[in-house]
């Protein structure tokens, strides 16, 4: 049996969707009046020689990002949560928490879709304000929260553990 491949594709897609989040909230303090001078001091203190004007165009950029990589990790967990399924219906602890992460990172994909498709025609892709919310206080926290459900099914369940020399439970 081969080595699971999802584990090896959900880094890219984790990186880049936090990466757009702290783009898309450095930009909205630097543009909120009462934050604005905070970031500029902060800027200039850390001797960051981009300007935060700058910030809208990799945001939009790792958003696109976040879309390409986010591909083959959509399509190699549900390819690995299949079998899971199949064996053992939706009634298991394992397939239930499978299905959970599922659908978080799936909102998280069709919020990073929805950024891209809205700031695609925007003037230096300035994010709206629900750009920012859906970028910032939707998907980070989201993120967050699939990542410690698939480390869940790994350690405690053993999803992607094969071969007799596995040692994670295999409770349900």
Same mark, same amino acid.
């Given at each position: 049996?081969?080595?699971?491949?999802?584990?090896?594709?959900?880094?890219?897609?984790?990186?880049?969707?936090?990466?757009?989040?702290?783009?898309?909230?450095?930009?909205?303090?630097?543009?909120?009046?009462?934050?604005?001078?905070?970031?500029?001091?902060?800027?200039?203190?850390?001797?960051?020689?981009?300007?935060?004007?700058?910030?809208?165009?990799?945001?939009?950029?790792?958003?696109?990002?976040?879309?390409?990589?986010?591909?083959? =990790?959509?399509?190699? !967990?549900?390819?690995?949560?299949?079998?899971?399924?199949?064996?053992?219906?939706? %009634? @298991?602890? $394992? *397939?239930?928490?499978?299905?959970?992460?599922?659908?978080?990172?799936?909102?998280?994909?069709?919020?990073?879709?929805?950024?891209?498709?809205?700031?695609?025609?925007?003037?230096?892709?300035?994010?709206?304000?629900?750009?920012?919310?859906?970028?910032?206080?939707?998907?980070?926290?989201?993120?967050?929260? =699939?990542?410690?459900? !698939?480390?869940?099914?790994?350690?405690?369940?053993?999803?992607?553990?094969?071969? %007799? @020399?596995? $040692? *994670?439970?295999?409770?349900?």
């Amino acid at each position: 049996m081969s080595h699971p491949t999802h584990p090896a594709t959900v880094h890219f897609p984790i990186t880049t969707t936090l990466l757009t989040g702290a783009l898309d909230a450095v930009y909205f303090l630097s543009t909120y009046a009462p934050t604005s001078s905070v970031v500029a001091s902060t800027f200039k203190t850390l001797e960051i020689a981009i300007q935060p004007s700058m910030l809208p165009v990799l945001s939009y950029y790792t958003t696109i990002l976040t879309l390409l990589f986010s591909a083959p =990790a959509v399509a190699t !967990g549900a390819y690995e949560l299949m079998p899971v399924i199949k064996r053992d219906g939706f %009634s @298991s602890k $394992k *397939a239930q928490i499978g299905i959970l992460h599922a659908i978080v990172n799936d909102i998280t994909v069709f919020g990073a879709l929805y950024n891209w498709w809205s700031r695609r025609s925007t003037a230096a892709f300035i994010p709206s304000n629900e750009n920012v919310l859906v970028s910032t206080l939707m998907a980070v926290p989201a993120t967050f929260f =699939a990542a410690y459900l !698939g480390g869940s099914l790994v350690y405690q369940y053993g999803m992607g553990f094969r071969g %007799s @020399s596995a $040692k *994670a439970k295999k409770t349900q």
